[in-house]
């Protein structure tokens, strides 16, 4: 029996360097105006031959990354697997750097991994759009972590429009090891607000120029997150991280999705070095990661 080649796909961390969230819509979810970036976290997602369906974890978080069907991996499996008409008779080794539960779409990155990875498996017949149909049905931030680079994403995040960057920018990520529920937050928003809220979101054109022109430092004064003051109210110390950020050693900070991790924009690698040690020290955080970004999205690379 032919058995396919074993596949790998390494698929990067995103942050939302804007983020406006719109009233709860009757589905349940929020219109979003957003702008996404990939940034350089990366997870490796591996398929290879198996007799049965079987999730393994390995990496710093490997204790944390969920073997059953409430993985993202599952699911995408699952729907690869049909589209070819074929039991998913496939092993997928999710090797975790990006952290769980913390605002980087860890889990829709290995979702979106596994998209590309199986459909690589069996042969790459679905075309690109039939992935991103399937990674519509997964979840909001899905669709991105497939192209990755830097994107507009309106309705729930899952349209997007490519925007135009130039440069690197350079990222400090507090991190935490005790996740924060996305429907919460969102929930905790929509409790702070008046019941008769109905603005809709829209991204600003001096954040869209700043990310256009390369500008850190006018990057820096236009992030923003609706979600921001909710993950505060659920994790007070992320206002005294923000706090902490607010000297000339970072161009700027925002809570990353809906959190808890903290991102903070920071004018090159070696101030990204300086500030992670100073957030280690403050004794605020449990870790510090530094980054850059735009990268692009889940892709095949030599296994
Ligand atoms: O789409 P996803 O499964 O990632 O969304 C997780 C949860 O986050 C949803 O069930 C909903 O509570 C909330 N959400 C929302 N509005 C969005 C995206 C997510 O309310 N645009």
């Not at 069907?69 to 998913?88: D, G, I």
């Not at 994790?235 to 050693?249: D, K, M, N, Y």
């Not at 957030?279 to 980054?291: K, Q, R, Y």
Request: proline content about 7%; hydrophobic content about 45%; some cysteine.
């Amino acid at each position: 029996m032919f058995v396919p080649e074993p596949v790998t796909v390494r698929v990067p961390a995103k942050v939302n360097v804007y983020l406006g969230v719109g009233p709860r819509e009757s589905n349940g979810y929020h219109g979003l105006a957003t702008v996404f970036q990939s940034i350089s976290v990366y997870d490796e997602v591996s398929v290879t031959a198996s007799d049965e369906f079987t999730i393994v974890g390995e990496g710093k978080w490997a204790e944390r990354i969920p073997t059953d069907a409430t993985n993202l991996a599952w699911k995408a499996a699952h729907m690869v697997a049909k589209a070819y008409e074929l039991p998913a008779n496939v092993c997928v080794t999710i090797n975790k750097s990006i952290p769980v539960a913390a605002g980087l779409a860890g889990g829709s990155a290995d979702g979106a991994a596994t998209l590309v990875a199986c459909n690589a498996y069996w042969g790459g017949a679905l075309p690109h759009e039939a992935l991103v149909e399937m990674a519509v049905e997964l979840g909001s931030d899905v669709p991105f972590m497939l192209s990755g680079g830097c994107a507009l994403g309106v309705n729930r995040g899952d349209i997007l429009s490519p925007v135009m960057t130039r440069g690197i920018f350079h990222w400090v990520l507090a991190t935490f090891n005790e996740g924060l529920g996305t429907p919460e937050i969102y929930a905790r928003l929509d409790e702070m607000r008046p019941a008769s809220f109905d603005e809709a979101p829209s991204v600003p054109t001096e954040l869209l120029a700043a990310l256009a022109q390369g500008n850190a430092e006018a990057l820096g004064q236009h992030v923003f997150n609706d979600l921001q003051a909710p993950a505060i109210a659920s994790r007070p110390v992320l206002g005294r991280i923000l706090e902490f950020g607010e000297s000339p050693a970072t161009l700027g900070g925002l809570v990353s999705g809906s959190g808890p991790t903290v991102a903070f924009l920071v004018e090159s690698e070696s101030a990204a070095i300086d500030f992670s040690i100073a957030l280690l020290g403050s004794g605020l955080v449990d870790g510090a990661i530094h980054a850059h970004g735009p990268v692009h999205g889940a892709r095949v690379i030599p296994s």
